[in-house]
T-cell receptor
């Protein structure tokens, strides 16, 4: 069975500081990994994804994520946090062997609070 | 132009009633989804349709019945509403394009259902 873990319910960071939102996964095959962001009272928005190749993936709004196969992690990062980055962040995964129509597993979400 | 739209945005109703939520996407995607987000923000897939065919049907009470009149629309009908059905329901779409697809999903703004 596949699973996604986001070990932190909330991450607090000062504006201007680097931020990291953690995600680890468990899957039999190779993962397709995604990050989504949800602002209050809005739907989820896609940030970035890892499919294959370069372990460092760049996405929207200055976010990036690093795929680490040995640690089964896909942490989301940003060099300098903005107050407007405060939101709920979801890590998601699909097993590359499972077929395109199979479900994507979402983590429980991590609330990012950027403090002015 | 809204890519994935849902109506209504808010739905307040009494226990035992029947209600429907509508979803439309103008992205030309072949796959649509319904998710339920509970009060703790946990996101759970309910159904998925590909070109009007049911692909994913998670363990959801049979009071919930999705209907896809065409690949741009996926509606959710709920019979005999219960207090526990109160949640935010999100529609999403993606272009799956077969077994190895890794395309991201596009989410609607959500429908907040409150059952009294």
């Amino acid at each position: 069975a596949q699973s996604v873990a986001q070990p932190e319910d909330q991450v607090n960071v000062a504006e201007g500081n680097p931020l990291t939102v953690k995600c680890t996964y468990s899957v039999s095959g190779n993962p397709y990994l995604f990050w989504y962001v949800q602002y209050p009272n809005r739907g989820l928005q896609f940030l970035l994804k890892y499919i294959t190749g370069d372990n460092l993936v760049k996405g929207s709004y200055g976010f990036e994520a690093e795929f680490n196969k040995s640690q089964t992690s896909f942490h989301l990062k940003k060099p300098s946090a903005l107050v407007s980055d405060s939101a709920l962040y979801f890590c998601a995964m699909r097993d590359s062997r499972s077929g395109g129509y199979q479900k994507v597993t979402f983590g429980i979400g991590t609330k990012l609070q950027v403090i002015p | 132009d809204t890519a994935v739209s849902q109506t209504p945005k808010y739905l307040v109703t009494q226990m035992g009633n029947d209600k429907s939520i509508k979803c439309e996407q103008n992205l030309g995607h072949d796959t649509m989804y319904w998710y339920k987000q509970d009060s703790k923000k946990f996101l759970k897939i309910m159904f998925s349709y590909n070109n009007k065919e049911l692909i994913i049907n998670e363990t959801v009470p049979n009071r919930f019945s999705p209907k896809s009149p065409d690949k741009a629309h996926l509606n959710l009908h709920i019979n005999s509403l219960e207090l526990g059905d109160s949640a935010v329901y999100f529609c999403a779409s993606s272009q799956v394009e077969g077994y190895s697809s890794y395309n991201e999903q596009f989410f609607g703004p959500g429908t907040r259902l409150t059952v009294l």
